[in-house]
């Protein structure tokens, strides 16, 4: 009763039939989140269809996994079954605003946010500049002020994890605290920095 079940638009189900009447379907979708184990999406709805190719449309949680099943009432013991990996959102660009610091601490502050979705943390990184800072974040190693390697790599200075961080937050660069696992080391005077803010996703 059901043949060749196939995903259209990544939310849209299609699939062939050979009756000509009506029939009705029962169609559920059962959708977790590998990173977030107590999350459920379940969908139970009833529809009747009598195109040939029917197309139904769901309305799909985001960067969720999904095994969703078909079956027709009068065949039940015939179902069909799909899984959709529904999309996962690109996280919008931070918004920057560069301030000039002279004779004090610098102050970095941002605003997180909830719908960005998965974010492990916040990592903010110093690296010594010379006359322009170059660097990929693949490239940032997060390793500690303490760890052997040329300060003009750069060192993690402060981690924040969402869980723990208000909505707003500011933090002084080389304030002698730690944050997270990571010693936010005082910076030297007549030295130029790069202060970059990575988030990490898993």
């Not at 941002?110 to 010379?130: C, P, T």
Request: proline share 5%; aromatic share 12%.
């Amino acid at each position: 009763p059901i043949q060749n079940l196939t995903l259209l638009n990544d939310s849209c189900l299609v699939w062939r039939r050979e009756s000509k009447s009506a029939e009705l379907y029962v169609i559920s979708a059962n959708g977790h989140r590998w990173h977030q184990k107590d999350f459920k999406h379940i969908l139970i709805f009833n529809v009747s269809i009598d195109e040939p190719h029917p197309v139904i449309c769901l309305e799909l949680q985001r960067e969720t996994n999904y095994t969703v099943k078909v079956m027709s009432v009068a065949y039940s013991q015939y179902t069909a079954q799909i899984n959709i990996l529904s999309p996962i959102s690109e996280p919008p660009h931070s918004k920057v605003k560069i301030v000039p610091v002279n004779s004090q601490l610098p102050k970095i502050s941002f605003q997180r946010s909830d719908k960005n979705g998965n974010i492990s943390s916040y990592q903010v990184f110093v690296m010594q500049s010379m006359s322009w800072c170059s660097f990929t974040c693949e490239s940032l190693e997060a390793v500690t002020y303490f760890s052997n390697i040329s300060k003009m790599q750069g060192y993690v200075t402060a981690e924040f994890f969402p869980g723990d961080t208000p909505e707003h937050l500011e933090l002084l660069v080389g304030d002698r605290q730690y944050y997270g696992d990571f010693y936010n080391a005082p910076l030297e005077r007549g030295k130029d920095y790069c202060v970059i803010l990575r988030t990490v996703s898993k």
